[in-house]
């Protein structure tokens, strides 16, 4: 070796490359890690260059925040499919004891009940003494009071909350329960015999004032009083318009066609036995 040739200090090379502090370490770095001045200097780069600077900190937070507010966005377009649509979701317990204790402070000072009444929502006459409606909640139960209903139906298959399970036995309101699956694309999923099932409660005056009752009022019932409108003779145009009327703005094909197809004549021959069918105008 000649002796102008310079000699390479392997340390000093192994020093300078690990005390820069703009150096990423590399993936395939061999670390001893019983070299405690090597664990120093790799603590020192880790702590300024791998770690996030003051200044990038709060940005990649936001980034953070901003993909985590997309991803709940998401799940809510998710959430709003026909099944969520459909799903029944109890009032919060908190808001029903503000609400019983409001009622009873109105009730000490004025010594005597509400006068403002609430009627639940998509709430409608629909024939003589049948009545159809959203889920009644504690707000309106002052005002079905008005209905002197004798039953209640049901389409939903979820339980049925406390508080209107006791509204009913204070009011010995008979209640029908008969879980119906929402229509929803491609099939069509409520079930006919279930369709007969509740238009025999319907039909029966003795059952009457009667109100008859989905989540939102809008397509199980709509199929329910579809069927209620044929057994009345009213054309498919009068039966779509007015089922399109409470269900807008989700509108679906298929309850229409259920309706379109569904056998009535079981029920007609029923309705007759009832007394209920001829109605009187």
């Known amino acids: ?39 120093q200097v790799i603590n020192k780069v880790m702590k300024n260059s791998l770690i996030p600077t003051k200044d990038t900190e709060p940005q990649q937070e936001q980034q953070h925040q901003e993909q985590q507010q997309q991803q709940e966005e998401e799940i809510v377009i998710d959430e709003d499919d026909e099944d969520q649509y459909d799903k029944f979701i ?46 009644p909640r504690i707000e309106n139960f002052e005002f079905l009071l008005k209905l002197k209903l004798k039953s209640i139906i049901c389409l939903i298959p ?23 699956s929402g229509n929803k694309e491609p099939f069509v999923k409520i079930k006919p015999n279930l369709v007969n099932e509740a238009l025999k409660i319907l039909t029966n005056p003795e059952n009457h004032p009667i109100l008859i009752h989905c989540n939102r009022g809008k ?25 399109r009327k409470f269900a807008y703005p989700k509108e679906r094909p298929l309850d229409q066609q259920f309706i379109e197809m569904f056998d009535d004549s079981e029920i007609q021959n029923l309705a007759f036995e009832n007394n209920w069918l001829p109605l009187k105008w």
């Open 1 to 39: 070796m000649d002796e102008n040739d310079e000699i390479f200090d392997f340390e000093q090379a192994y020093d300078e490359e690990f005390t820069n502090e703009s150096h990423l370490l590399s993936d395939e770095l061999i670390i001893n890690h019983n070299d405690n001045y090597s664990n």
């Open 90 to 135: 109890p009032t919060d317990s908190e808001k029903i004891k503000k609400y019983k204790k409001d009622q009873e402070y109105l009730i000490t000072v004025s010594k005597k009940p509400p006068t403002l009444l609430t009627p639940p929502e998509n709430f409608s006459p629909v024939c003589g003494l049948i009545y159809r409606s959203s889920f």
């Open 158 to 180: 979820e339980e049925y909350p406390p508080e209107n399970i006791e509204f009913l036995n204070k009011n010995n309101i008979n209640f029908y329960q008969i879980g119906l």
């Open 219 to 243: 397509h199980r019932t709509g199929c329910i009083v579809g069927c209620i409108r044929k057994l009345q003779k009213w054309s498919l145009s009068m039966i779509f318009d007015e089922y």
